[in-house]
């Protein structure tokens, strides 16, 4: 299986400009623009991410890329190369490792992305694939999740909750968006959202040292999060709750000075739209503030690993 | 368990000032020393590459970025960073996962590599572990498989076979020795002997577009393939044979113009003896050459994907 799979992967690898050497080498060799390589790494299996029989596994394959340029927009770095390793079930495995990536390869070639290399194993257990990406930065430098400051405005892109209705799988990861952003606006500090809006948040709170107030009639909800909420007739899990709290809408969430945070929202220079949901503040926590009751501590919802 | 491990990570991750942003962000930021990058993916699993109940998990961590390094040494690059992922059982995966990393961290440590990043998951599966090594080129330019030529001689480090008594485990990767060999001699050729010598000696044929003859009687012989040729009692299975056949030396294969390989090897510049084992010749094919049969084609042995 491995040997005729291998074979199938020399036959579908496209060369690319940026391979000084491509795969089939002990390793291959990147040329770059530049001395500075931003790299991360994610590593997806079935039972967790996806569900052997249910999930499309071109899908698999798509996300295992998509969430790892998610991370590559997240520090607005521009991607270069990614490495895939598959670990696959003897039983079918050929057929797995085909549609992972095949739903993957189309993905890279949306961002004009090289696969540089990987592994290739098959066992009697079920399937996992590990990808890592290597991006590069820009002239206009890279984003942290550390750098926000009190009276920077929270921004986001797009909209929240109820990626698991298709989303999770789907996703564009804002890597153009991400771009566009730190060459033409001042951003103090950004994270992707993967674990959950709050939550993910409450992390860019921690690296920078402060607190955040969040108005939550302006959160973007997503109309994914409305049918999950008005599906399940859940009360205690409103669409707003599932926006705050579900995972993996790998929007970003930008840290944004407040004079630029205006002329940003004015622009509206992407296709997706940019929302000031909040701003950050001295005060250490997380707060929510509405109409009614005023400011209080806001719970956490989202992914604890 | 992911939580306290997690913790327990961002203890024991030393900095390294080759981090422009260190793990615990999205991604991490690395200055190399220039716009070449080097990158190679492995990924180890129960069952395959290591047996849980019987192998030493320090040592599995170890030899997950070691196959990492090797292959690193084989392009002569220069090691630059690690990232690492893995897949614990939720039963003992604290354990296993610090176990894990304490051999990685060691070995690491030898070769001055910050771990700049990777994932950690845990499931009802037994353990994966995926290492992506990041390394650069040095002045000297890289190394590749597709570069010998006819006449050149077939140099190898190390000697051969039985590494499944130990050094499979233990082996160091010959990076330093490719680094010193790269700045000092021409080597038109290389590849790292992880499937087995005549094996891997046959992909830098099929990559150079020529073929080779070996000498029997040159082949270094480890005393491990002595020890295990007499163990067995199988005289099937010669010490010669495991040192052809057997897997995972993790020497370096390299080849070397011929009077570039005289002063080589007058000068056996490292500390692991330099041998001459062949030469390169026009006619396709893998030969052996014996005092009394002369010259019959040698029958690959090895593991075969």
């Not at 399937?127 to 405005?153: E, K, M, N």
Request: hydrophobic residues 40%; charged residues 20%; negative net charge.
């Amino acid at each position: 299986m491995e040997r005729e799979f291998l074979a199938w992967l020399r036959d579908h690898l496209p060369h690319h400009p940026r391979f000084l050497l491509g795969p089939g080498d002990d390793a291959a060799v990147l040329q770059l623009s530049g001395d500075r390589c931003v790299v991360t790494s994610d590593m997806l299996n079935d039972g967790t991410d996806f569900v052997s029989g249910k999930s499309d596994w071109k899908l698999v394959g798509r996300k295992a890329l998509a969430v790892n340029l998610s991370d590559l927009a997240a520090m607005a770095a521009r991607p270069a190369a990614a490495l895939v390793s598959v670990l696959l079930p003897r039983h079918e495995g050929l057929q797995i490792g085909k549609a992972l990536y095949g739903g993957l390869m189309a993905l890279a070639a949306e961002f004009d992305l090289p696969i540089a290399g990987g592994d290739t194993n098959s066992w009697d257990g079920p399937t996992v694939i590990s990808v890592t990406a290597i991006g590069q930065t820009t002239p206009h430098g890279f984003w942290r999740r550390s750098g926000a400051w009190p009276g920077d405005q929270i921004v986001v892109t797009g909209c929240f909750g109820g990626s698991i209705l298709g989303r999770q799988f789907e996703f564009v990861p804002r890597v153009r968006e991400a771009l566009k952003l730190n060459a033409e606006y001042q951003i103090h500090a950004a994270t992707d959202v993967s674990d959950g809006l709050s939550l993910d948040l409450s992390h860019l709170l921690e690296a920078s040292g402060c607190g955040a107030e969040l108005h939550l009639d302006r959160i973007p909800v997503s109309d994914d999060a409305r049918r999950l909420a008005a599906s399940t007739g859940d009360s205690a899990q409103s669409a707003l709750d599932h926006a705050l709290g579900d995972g993996e809408d790998f929007e970003l969430i930008l840290a944004v000075p407040a004079d630029e945070a205006e002329r940003l929202l004015a622009d509206q220079p992407l296709d997706v739209p940019l929302s000031r949901i909040g701003q950050f503040i001295d005060e250490p926590g997380l707060w929510q503030i509405t109409g009614k009751t005023g400011r209080q501590p806001l719970v956490l919802r989202g992914y604890q690993h």
